[in-house]
């Protein structure tokens, strides 16, 4: 771990607990951050104007469908912040948020310190002796990820297409 120096020579375990720590504080520091905002967004006249049946209805189905995401934001780069702040803008019980938030922060945590950091190094020297490679690379990723995801939504729309059929008895 050259990037990190205060790392390097250090139990694997105690770097997982350490980039655990790490990412579980920010997480739940941006969470508050969002909470708070909503809180003063609430007792304000914008607030009295939004308050009601969408807003309302937004926050029913963030606290009911947004742990998911919670979790799965930290397996990309980029949404996490995004992520935890809209839990806590949108009043996210925070019971169901810490549910989420720690596997992801498991999974954050042993992302980062195994293939994550050593797969985002190779990439940024790789930026850094040649662009275009690491345009094409970020291509080819996209595209994989892109052609993963149009194979399930087909394979799925292809289940929902055909019709039920009986078993057939096995013949005596």
Do not use: K
């Amino acid at each position: 771990m050259d990037e990190y120096p205060f790392l390097a020579g250090l139990p694997f375990w105690v770097v997982y607990l350490s980039l655990f720590g790490i990412v579980f504080a920010r997480a739940q520091a941006t969470y508050w951050i969002g909470r708070a905002a909503a809180a003063g967004l609430h007792r304000s006249r914008l607030g009295g104007r939004i308050e009601g049946g969408r807003l309302g209805r937004a926050e029913r189905i963030i606290g009911r469908f947004g742990p998911p995401a919670v979790t799965l934001s930290f397996m990309t780069v980029g949404i996490q912040t995004a992520v935890n702040a809209t839990a806590g803008a949108m009043r996210m019980p925070f019971g169901r948020y810490l549910l989420a938030l720690v596997p992801g922060c498991l999974i954050w945590a042993g992302i980062y310190s195994t293939v994550g950091m050593a797969a985002l190094w190779a990439w940024l020297r790789l930026l850094a002796g040649s662009p275009a490679g690491a345009a094409a690379v970020a291509a080819a990723a996209a595209a994989a990820v892109a052609a993963a995801v149009w194979w399930r939504i087909a394979r799925r729309r292809r289940a929902r297409a055909e019709p039920e059929r009986e078993p057939v008895p096995p013949a005596r």
